[in-house]
């Protein structure tokens, strides 16, 4: 499946943004959707992610600010910011699991600063 995140920009501290992940097909059957971030200089680290049934997982530094859900009659993943830190700043990429592969979309640059 081809996966394209969009809704990145540049926010103050406080702040909210959200992005999206489009599928190019039904997100029916993908058993797994999530979003990883990489700061500069930083290793890659898992956001958030959300099951077919609809059971989320977050990383400790986002719970009670970010929202991962996914709308399968449009094909697409949101995550919902809130309460932007600039530590948050970092490239967003999403992906998308069945048990025979994985699948990337590009990043979305997210920038928090005053």
């Known amino acids: 499946v081809q996966l394209q995140a969009s809704g990145g920009g540049l926010v103050q501290p406080g702040g909210s943004l959200t992005l999206s992940c489009v599928a190019s097909?039904?997100?029916?059957?993908?058993?797994?959707m999530g979003w990883y971030r990489q700061a500069p200089g930083k290793q890659r680290e898992l956001v958030a992610s959300v099951t077919s049934s609809g059971a989320t997982n977050y990383a400790d530094y986002v719970k009670g600010r970010f929202t991962i859900s996914r709308d399968v009659a449009e094909n697409t993943m949101y995550l919902q910011m809130n309460s932007l830190k600039p530590e948050d700043t970092a490239l967003y990429s999403c992906?998308?699991?069945?048990?025979?592969?994985?699948?990337w979309g590009q990043g979305t640059q997210v920038t928090v600063s005053s």
């Open positions: 097909r039904s997100i029916f059957s993908i058993a797994i």
């Open positions: 992906y998308g699991q069945t048990p025979l592969r994985t699948d």
